[in-house]
């Protein structure tokens, strides 16, 4: 799991990290949010709050949360192919349900370099600025509550090496489980 505060670039380093590992598969998430002018439409399973709580009464999430009055949840069961590992790419709270589930699962915390970077990449998403301000206060939380089950805390001050750093984290996980690749490892 890749979780984070707001305004960490998870989504751009999930999908450098999906691009670069074998047998890696991204889960694309439920929201009830609105999809952002520019937003690829995959981006998500865009729903309407009645379909998502119908999902969720019917135990169609691995786990969700409500994230600045949005629903976010992780579609079960999870649909990744014979020996693929998955990412997800969740708030903290969502990291928490999980691993309450599966106390092997391996969590992430990704954090901005600064606060000033962290600031501007939540801007640069064209959402208001009211918005961006409550993002910035719900990001302070969501970093501290992630160190309490982080298992690495990675600093993304490129995506490049930040995502190296993850790479390399994944396969000593995977060496530790045994697990051989059947695809040859990509160079990066
Ligand atoms: P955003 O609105 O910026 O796309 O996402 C807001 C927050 O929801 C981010 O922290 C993102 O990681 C998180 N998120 C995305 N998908 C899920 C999910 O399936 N479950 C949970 N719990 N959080 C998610």
């Given at each position: 799991?890749?979780c984070g505060p707001?305004?960490?670039g998870k989504?751009t380093?999930?999908a450098?990290?999906?691009?670069a590992v ?6 694309r998430s439920w929201t009830t949010?609105?999809?952002r002018?520019?937003?690829?439409a995959d981006a998500?399973?865009f ?6 709580d ?11 949360a409500e994230?600045?009055g949005?629903?976010?949840g ?5 649909d990744?192919g014979?020996?693929?590992d ?7 709270q969502?990291?928490?349900q999980?691993?309450s589930?599966?106390?092997q699962?391996?969590?992430?915390l990704?954090?901005?370099p600064t606060?000033?970077e ?6 640069s998403?064209?959402d208001s600025?009211?918005?961006?301000m409550?993002?910035?206060?719900a990001?302070e ?6 160190r309490?089950i982080a298992d690495?805390e990675?600093?993304n001050?490129?995506?490049?090496r930040?995502?190296t ?5 994944i396969e000593s996980?995977?060496n530790?489980?045994?697990?051989v690749?059947d695809v ?5």
């Open positions: 799991m890749l707001g305004g960490a989504g380093v999930a450098r990290l999906v691009a074998p047998k890696l598969w991204l889960s949010r609105a999809r002018s520019g937003e690829p998500y399973i729903v309407d709050r009645a379909a998502f119908g999902h969720a009464q019917s135990g169609g999430f691995l786990e969700w994230f600045l949005n629903l976010y992780t579609p079960w069961p999870v990744a014979e020996g693929m998955v990412l997800l790419e969740i708030d903290v969502g990291a928490e999980v691993r589930r599966d106390s699962a391996l969590v992430i990704l954090l901005p606060a000033g962290q600031e501007a990449r939540l801007r998403r064209g600025e009211e918005h961006v409550k993002r910035l206060q990001a939380i969501e970093a501290s509550r992630a309490l690495y990675v600093v001050d490129t995506v490049e930040a995502a750093e993850i790479a390399g984290i996980r995977r530790e489980r045994g697990y690749p040859p490892v990509k160079e990066s």
